[in-house]
């Protein structure tokens, strides 16, 4: 029944993601909108759009919230692939995009946890346990943090990974990437660890 239904979803735990493919799979790559703004701008409608989503669930009934920051966009395989010139090193303005508009969620969220009564809303940051991971593979136990599993490594992800596609390795546990954008099984499992202890807030 309703109330049962509103006590379920106004006790559990809802869990974000803002701005990854907002910025890697449209910004970056569509004319009109990089043209139009700037990343701090679009940063900005980024926000707002997060700030009314927070506002919107907690009219609902939700009470405790968790955000994943966007991660060093300038170092996932299809970035550098896609805006790295050739140099096969991370993306230095899409790592430092990425600070800001983490920098924005962060106090967005601080704003809305005090001013919407009884809200828990733990940002989890993600930027830095994986970019510790990208530049310190072997510290946690990785090979492969510039190339990805599938297929070549440098674009591939979607439908384009599966068990047929050319070159996908045979060791993904090695990989900090699964794909072009996305981190293997092994990597998600470091960072699953991570993001427990920083949203033990949630759970308490």
């Given at each position: 029944?309703?109330?049962?239904?509103?006590?379920?979803?106004?006790?559990?735990?809802?869990l974000?993601?803002?701005g990854s493919?907002?910025?890697?799979?449209?910004?970056?790559?569509?004319?009109?909108?990089?043209?139009?703004?700037?990343?701090d701008?679009?940063?900005n409608?980024?926000?707002?759009?997060?700030?009314t989503?927070v506002?919107?669930?907690?009219?609902?009934?939700?009470?405790?919230?968790?955000?994943t920051?966007?991660?060093p966009?300038g170092c996932?395989?299809?970035?550098?692939?896609?805006?790295?010139?050739?140099?096969?090193q991370?993306?230095?303005?899409?790592?430092?995009?990425?600070?800001?508009?983490?920098?924005?969620?962060?106090?967005?969220?601080?704003?809305?946890?005090?001013q919407?009564?009884?809200l828990?809303l733990?940002?989890?940051?993600?930027?830095?346990?994986?970019?510790?991971?990208?530049?310190?593979?072997?510290?946690?136990?990785?090979?492969e943090?510039?190339?990805?599993?599938?297929?070549t490594?440098?674009?591939?992800?979607s439908?384009?990974?599966?068990?047929r596609?050319?070159g996908?390795?045979?060791n993904?546990?090695q990989?900090?990437f699964?794909?072009g954008?996305?981190?293997?099984?092994?990597?998600n499992?470091?960072?699953?660890?991570?993001?427990?202890?920083?949203?033990?807030?949630?759970?308490?």
């Amino acid at each position: 029944g309703k109330a049962k239904a509103n006590a379920i979803f106004s006790g559990g735990i809802h869990l974000l993601s803002a701005g990854s493919s907002d910025f890697i799979q449209n910004y970056y790559i569509n004319p009109y909108l990089n043209r139009a703004y700037s990343p701090d701008q679009f940063s900005n409608i980024l926000m707002k759009s997060y700030s009314t989503f927070v506002q919107n669930l907690y009219g609902l009934g939700v009470r405790k919230i968790g955000v994943t920051t966007l991660p060093p966009a300038g170092c996932l395989p299809a970035a550098i692939t896609l805006f790295g010139s050739g140099s096969n090193q991370c993306v230095p303005r899409l790592n430092r995009d990425a600070v800001s508009f983490n920098d924005k969620l962060n106090g967005t969220s601080q704003y809305l946890q005090s001013q919407l009564p009884g809200l828990k809303l733990v940002v989890f940051d993600i930027y830095q346990p994986l970019l510790d991971m990208i530049t310190k593979p072997t510290d946690n136990g990785f090979f492969e943090s510039r190339k990805a599993c599938c297929g070549t490594g440098t674009i591939e992800t979607s439908m384009l990974c599966n068990t047929r596609s050319v070159g996908t390795c045979s060791n993904a546990t090695q990989y900090v990437f699964w794909d072009g954008f996305h981190p293997s099984e092994a990597a998600n499992q470091v960072l699953a660890q991570d993001l427990l202890e920083q949203g033990f807030s949630l759970i308490s």
